[in-house]
């Protein structure tokens, strides 16, 4: 549905010569109804990359491609005709203070010739969906903020768009708005069967609503991929802002073995301490780690210390591993041991 291709944006520097490249080289697909995310630190693209996908910006080099269009091919006039197949948030609402709730929503389709009663039956109609069916007239001064992005969001729906891109859409949010607005941006990619491309720096969002994301750094894609997937690769950089990887020295100094494990609702702990403790009748204590949810499944890194008889650990490990668990032996030193034979 979204598909860049080798996008660069080279903007010419704001306070010194030269050029910044904020966008380097970045390809990346999101498919149809997939809710992806883009994370990465302040400075490092994101916003740049989300306003290429709609053309917002013109890529220095490389293709867009929306739903099957190459919209870098295409002349402005229909560029600008393309774009309302793609809805966008963001972080500051961006709503008309002089014009109600329903006069924001009404306001895409005014400017695309709609007649005054069909659009205001659609704002109508998209105002009751995000839940504000009550509030048509109210001014964007007498809603709150978790209210105005609620607007926002049915603004962005009136043209019926199939892509919505959503930029730090919760970050002047406190974290009940947060929440209500993220319920609402999964509830309406699934009844409207959009395709969701949400840039933000929370962890926390992506956790809550992506199926995917991808990480950026210094405008490159260092890491990314489907969740589910990317939180049993053991060690990544996308998996290790998601999960920060537990202190390895949290258990230093106490003997025994520390172990790293990845855990998932496929290869839960309990599986694990049935080897360590039932099979191998060692003693697991847990040193640090934690269990979330994440994209609707249950993922977590423990830190076990397992102490007693090791010499049939490595068995045990490669009896793990080859059962579908990822697990690391970490060594005295704190790195993650090469060579495991449990390290997948
Ligand atoms: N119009 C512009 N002109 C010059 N430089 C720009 C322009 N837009 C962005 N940049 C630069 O490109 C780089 C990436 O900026 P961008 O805003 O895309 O990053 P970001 O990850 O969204 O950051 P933040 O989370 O702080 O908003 C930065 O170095 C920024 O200063």
Partial sequence: MIELTDVRKVFPARRRAGEVVAVDGVSLRVQAGEFAGVVGP?????????????????????????????????????VREARRAIGMVFQHFELLDSRTAAGNV???????????????RRATDLLDLVGLGERAEARPAQLSGGQKQRVAIARALAARPKVLLCDEATSALDQASTASVLELLRRVRSELGLTVLLITHE???????????????????????????????????LADAL???????????????LLRVTVTDRTPETVVLQTLIGELGLAVEVAG?????????????????????????????????????????VPAHGGVAAGSGATR
């Fill in 42 to 78: 302040s400075g490092s693209g994101k916003s740049t990359l989300v306003r290429l996908v709609n053309l917002l910006e013109r890529p220095t080099s490389g293709s867009v491609t929306v739903d099957g269009q190459v919209l870098t091919d295409l002349p402005d006039d229909r």
């Fill in 106 to 120: 009404e306001h895409p389709l005014e400017l695309a010739g709609v007649g005054r009663a069909e659009r205001r």
């Fill in 203 to 237: 962890m926390a969002v992506v956790k809550a609503v992506c199926d995917s994301a991808v990480l950026l750094e210094r405008g490159r894609v260092v890491d990314g991929g489907r969740l589910s997937e990317v939180l049993t690769r053991g060690h990544s950089p």
């Fill in 243 to 257: 999960l920060p990887a537990p202190v390895a020295d949290a258990g230093a100094g106490h003997g025994g073995a």
């Fill in 289 to 329: 780690g934690s269990v979330e949810t994440v994209a609707g499944g249950r993922y977590g890194r423990l830190l076990l210390r397992v102490t007693g008889d090791l010499d049939r650990l490595e068995a045990g490990l490669r009896a793990l591993h080859d059962g579908g668990v990822v697990v690391d032996r």
